[in-house]
């Protein structure tokens, strides 16, 4: 399955919850789900719950399911336990770092300014977007670049608060690693082990 590009709001309100990385609009005016009148509530069976949990993380950080089940098969054969692993691999992606230091209002836009070329990693330019950070790298915008409209408006009003395993550099604007992210650093709720569940059965 490739990458999702249809309306997200109604990804969201689906889902029953905001995902900051994939819009900044919210379902507060329509928490409904999407329908004519909204689905009727229904009892939901365990296959349902581990789908959704699984769907909210590969909606917000905007992976393909394939992506999906690589970070999960290797999350399962990394030492720890699995859930934290899938949360720390997510959570280091380049594009994801690019939004929660704030250079971009979502993980899509992150995502473009990522393959355009305007990020460096430790002063090198980096153009991959699913590009794992390591404690102590460097997040920093190219120079010519820290004056596009877009990465202006978002530094001045980011989106979420700047996560505590991040450390933000305000004179050089930049994002440094400080360590590895865990589970609860995760900026919406959802379960990691009916993540695992989902996919005991499927790799």
């Not at 900051?20 to 719950?49: C, D, M, V, W, Y």
């Not at 393959?115 to 915008?141: K, P, W």
């Amino acid at each position: 399955m490739s990458r999702y590009t249809g309306p997200r709001l109604k990804v969201m309100r689906a889902l029953g919850l905001d995902l900051p990385g994939l819009s900044r609009k919210t379902i507060a005016e329509r928490s409904n789900p999407p329908g004519q009148h909204g689905a009727k509530p229904k009892r939901k069976s365990s296959f349902a719950l581990q789908l959704m949990e699984k769907q909210k993380l590969r909606m917000n950080y905007g992976l393909s399911e394939r992506q999906m089940r690589r970070v999960v098969r290797e999350a399962r054969s990394a030492k720890g336990s699995a859930g934290e692993k899938i949360a720390e691999f997510l959570e280091r992606r380049l594009d994801n770092v690019v939004f929660r230091a704030g250079f971009a209002p979502t993980i899509p836009a992150a995502r473009q300014l990522v393959n355009h070329g305007h990020l460096q990693v430790n002063g090198r330019r980096v153009d991959i977007a699913s590009y794992r950070l390591r404690v102590g790298d460097i997040v920093t915008l190219r120079p010519k670049s820290a004056t596009l409209d877009c990465v202006k408006e978002t530094l001045a009003e980011p989106a979420l608060t700047r996560p505590e395993w991040l450390h933000w550099d305000e004179q050089n604007r930049g994002a440094k690693i400080a360590h590895l992210p865990a589970g609860d650093d995760i900026p919406f709720p959802v379960s990691l082990q009916l993540v695992v569940e989902y996919y005991s059965q499927r790799l």
